[in-house]
């Protein structure tokens, strides 16, 4: 104990030892090693976010961010813009229907790749092509493959004779909408496999035997056994993918700039048009705004079920 | 026993027959699940090498090339547009973020796993709730401070931003590698007269290199293909990253470069591409918080 005190007496005499020292307390140590982190986020989420407050209540535009107060102002004007409303069910309709989507999909898929064949890790590998590259891009090539003109899906469709001549997708209103939740889906849907194939490999074998033995058929024991031990899994995996899909602006904004005429603008992509194309940052950050109260659901969702993970 | 003997034979084709008949249903399946998946990437590939004359014409059919295969377009982008800028300012701004991130994630993701303070469950939280906070909610507010720091139009406003993604994801990852260090290890060491600070970076960190790797390389593609920041916060072409200047620089008015846009693509996917298969799992347990093991 006397040699261990007096080493660290010896230590005082060089400075990066002096600190170690003086850091050694458990509880300083750790808020010191935190400290950066919680810094960066207060500064640079926080108090964004608290200005983006503001803006919801004042007449700011880019030309002049230093602005007045004027209350629900641009609420109400939010609220009266037809394509904002549009807007809004946009993108309920197209997170929504591309996750159903994804998830009828996305099971289908994980059950072929918990097969063991040959190749298996290559056909992963190709599965997993679309969430690999950035979504940008992948948009921009849907953007070319729907082209009016030279579109290669219409030119397949026509030769197979699924249609004479092909919707101009991305300029007439259910096209485009159909397109958007194509490429949501196409881009999402190697997550939700990987994530479903993690889950259901981690059922234990015995139970499924079991369930088996008893005479459970595939949608038994789908849902009565692999579907709750694999709830937790799920939840968060939805949750997130949910959450990504919803505040998304770079499918729409690439393919379609929400149009034909507004058509097909979802949130982020009006308060894009809105608060930096036209400036008016007061109204841009108001239809933001309307993203917040999802998030923050997904977020007491999330935190209920990271509580019940470190209690187990 | 002739009989049973005949009776097996039947038996056994039948079973070979149903059994072939699950294989080809399956890789059916299987490749129209590929086809879906690929096609766009092969589409970018036919795209980058054709020639003008032969993308174009409506005549030809196009998933095949009708003459030879061309390096034009791909030269198209590196001579006559910023790519090569593009290219250095995402490998700058790239790796500022990477410095910046892991100088914060670090420690932060050491104090949270290794070291018991109140609250550090809770700021743990804090810290990973921040990953739902969207770029969609926070440009607004965001192009504003990044104007009052005078880093209007620069690439270097990115580098300042793009942490407020790498950190929380970052962060949870490198948890998850720290406590794969057995405690006992930073004992023995603190016994033996090692200061905290002291058994972090002579015990611990070593033995995390791979785990710090690991989100280095995150934080750099996070960074390389980001869009909305890059879009709302840079204009001027040479100040762009490569995902942005791909997908604006190439067109012009209402003038699309396809082939170059497409060769363009195809040299931003293929690195990112490869990095994430490898790291696919990692990745997933990065975004998912450790739910997936």
Not at chain 1, 136 to 148: K, S, V
Not at chain 1, 299 to 310: D, E, H, W
Request: aromatic share 14%; net charge positive.
């Amino acid at each position: 104990m006397a040699e261990l005190a007096q080493r660290r007496s010896v230590g005082l005499s060089n400075p990066g030892a002096w600190i170690g020292h003086v850091l050694d307390g458990e509880k300083l140590f750790g808020y010191v090693l935190v400290a950066p982190a919680i810094i960066y986020i207060i500064l640079l989420v926080g108090y964004p976010f608290a200005i983006a407050l503001w803006f919801t209540v004042s007449n700011a535009t880019t030309a002049k961010p230093i602005a007045e107060f004027t209350g629900l102002t641009n609420l109400l004007a939010v609220w009266d813009d037809d394509i904002f409303r549009r807007a809004l069910a946009n993108t309920f309709i197209f997170t929504l229907t591309s996750q159903a989507l994804q998830m009828i999909l996305g099971t289908g898929l994980a059950f072929l790749l918990l097969k063991q064949f040959r190749g298996r890790r290559l056909v992963r590998g190709l599965l997993m092509i679309p969430f690999t590259i950035p979504i940008a891009i992948g948009a921009m090539a849907w953007t070319w493959m729907l082209n009016p003109t030279y579109s290669v899906i219409n030119w397949i469709g026509v030769h197979a004779g699924l249609f004479t001549q092909g919707p101009n997708w991305l300029g007439e209103e259910y096209p485009a909408m159909i397109s958007i939740i194509l490429v949501n889906v196409w881009r999402n849907l190697p997550f939700s496999a990987v994530v479903l194939t993690a889950g259901i490999s981690a059922v234990p074998q015995e139970i499924l035997e079991a369930a088996n033995l008893d005479g459970a058929n595939w949608w038994v024991r789908w849902r009565k056994v692999i579907v709750p031990i694999i709830a937790p899994i799920l939840y968060i995996a939805l949750l997130f993918s949910l959450v990504f899909t919803f505040t998304d602006m770079t499918v729409v904004w690439l393919m379609t700039r929400g149009n034909p005429v507004g058509e097909t603008h979802v949130i982020a992509s009006y308060a894009f048009q809105t608060g930096i194309v036209a400036g008016s940052l007061g109204r841009g950050a108001t239809m933001s705004l309307f993203l917040f109260p999802v998030l923050l659901v997904g977020a007491l969702l999330l935190l209920r079920n990271l509580k019940a993970r470190t209690i187990d | 026993m002739a009989a049973i003997a005949q009776h097996r034979v039947t038996h056994s084709t039948a079973f070979r027959v149903r059994k072939l008949r699950n294989q080809i249903l399956f890789w059916f399946v299987i490749s129209l699940f590929i086809i879906f998946a690929c096609f766009p990437v092969y589409w970018m590939f036919v795209t980058t090498f054709k020639e003008v004359n032969d993308l174009y014409n409506l005549q030809n059919n196009p998933l095949l090339f009708h003459l030879p295969p061309t390096f034009e377009q791909v030269q198209y982008l590196f001579e006559r547009t910023n790519f090569a800028t593009w290219v250095e300012n995402t490998a700058e701004v790239g790796g500022a973020v990477v410095l910046i991130t892991v100088l914060i994630c670090v420690p932060a993701a050491y104090a949270l796993a290794r070291v018991r303070f109140p609250g550090s469950g809770s700021l743990g939280i804090g810290i990973f709730l921040t990953y739902l906070v969207p770029p969609t909610l926070l440009f607004l507010p965001l192009s504003q401070l990044v104007a009052g720091f005078g880093l209007n139009n620069s690439k270097w406003s990115l580098a300042l931003v793009y942490p407020t993604f790498t950190i929380p994801f970052c962060t949870w990852l490198l948890m998850g590698f720290f406590k794969n260090v057995p405690r006992e290890i930073t004992e023995a060491a603190r016994v033996d007269g090692c200061s905290r600070l002291g058994a972090m970076f002579r015990v611990v960190l070593p033995l995390s290199v791979p785990g710090i790797l690991t989100i280095c390389i995150f934080a750099f593609t996070l960074a390389m293909q980001e869009y909305v920041y890059a879009l709302t916060f840079v204009s001027s072409s040479d100040e762009k990253m490569i995902t942005l200047g791909v997908v604006t620089d190439l067109i012009r008015g209402d003038v699309f470069f396809w082939g170059s846009l497409m060769a363009g693509a195809l040299i931003v996917s293929i690195p990112v591409a490869i990095v994430y298969n490898l790291f696919m799992d990692t990745f997933v347990r990065g975004i998912t918080g450790g739910a997936l093991k």
